[in-house]
């Protein structure tokens, strides 16, 4: 019986790394490319899920279609400990069949890092070891 996984957390990077961790560290096994969904529909699922009222907002979300039983990948996502909150949704939950309609319809998610250079920090230049000194 296949399941989803809700992957919301701060940032894409979290959540590239949470599916990553998913697979690689929990051994659970996609059934389909992970899909982007909308942080404020994320949101909405897990206070459906959860049945409690929403802590804090997420700015990025995923959704995933898994091979594994529900039950199966909850026990293997308590031994990981990956840097976003996933959700495990199930059959039994109301909004499955919803999600399972709509799952192909959502654009896939890039789970691609951008290995940019960040900006220069505490007076060092492009990550040179020089100080720029500034003139009055």
Excluded: W
Aim: overall charge positive.
């Amino acid at each position: 019986m296949k399941s989803f996984a809700l992957v919301r957390a701060d940032d894409s990077d979290k959540v590239k790394i949470a599916l990553h961790d998913l697979e690689r560290y929990g051994h659970i096994q996609f059934s389909a490319t992970p899909k982007c969904i909308e942080p404020n529909y994320a949101d909405e699922l897990l206070v459906s899920v959860m049945g409690v009222s929403l802590k804090s907002k997420c700015n990025s979300a995923a959704l995933v279609e898994l091979n594994n039983h529900a039950g199966a990948a909850i026990s293997r996502l308590k031994k990981i400990h990956p840097p976003a909150h996933i959700i495990i949704i199930s059959p039994r939950h109301k909004m499955f069949e919803e999600l399972a309609g709509k799952f192909q319809k959502y654009p896939e998610f890039d789970r691609t890092f951008n290995h940019q250079k960040k900006p220069a920090k505490h007076g060092y230049d492009s990550g040179e070891r020089r100080i720029i000194q500034s003139y009055a």
